[in-house]
């Protein structure tokens, strides 16, 4: 599986973006897909996850309430939709796949086989 994710940029505090994951090469239908950042001098770390049956959607306590996760099998596309965003969301934002990975491992970085290229975004204050 190839991902590319796309949609970052350069925002004010409060505003939204959407970031897009899309797949190529295989099916995401029976996929997890998780969002992670990483800013500057730091580890990377989990935002959200979809679980590979798509029942189950998780997130990071910091982004919850205000960034959404969704996949549509259709397109092979990840979305994460992030509202009111903040300066501490400011990062380069990952997205990954795995077909076999476990609920309980959803935000292990670890975890995951396939990883996308990353796309920056900037939250100004």
């Known amino acids: 599986v190839q991902l590319q994710a796309s949609g970052g940029g350069l925002v004010q505090a409060g505003d939204s973006l959407r970031l897009s994951c899309a797949a190529s090469g295989r099916s995401i239908r029976t996929y997890a897909m998780g969002w992670f950042r990483q800013a500057p001098g730091k580890e990377r770390e989990f935002v959200a996850a979809i679980s590979r049956t798509g029942g189950g959607t998780y997130y990071a306590d910091s982004v919850k309430g205000r960034f959404t996760m969704s996949k549509d099998n259709a397109k092979n596309t990840a979305y994460l939709q992030m509202n009111s965003l903040k300066p501490e969301d400011t990062a380069v934002y990952y997205c990954?796949?795995?077909?076999?990975?476990?609920?309980?491992?959803?935000?292990?970085?670890?975890?995951?086989?396939?990883w996308g290229q990353g796309t920056q975004v900037t939250v100004s204050s």
């Open positions: 990954a796949a795995d077909s076999r990975i476990i609920t309980s491992s959803l935000s292990g970085a670890v975890n995951y086989d396939y």
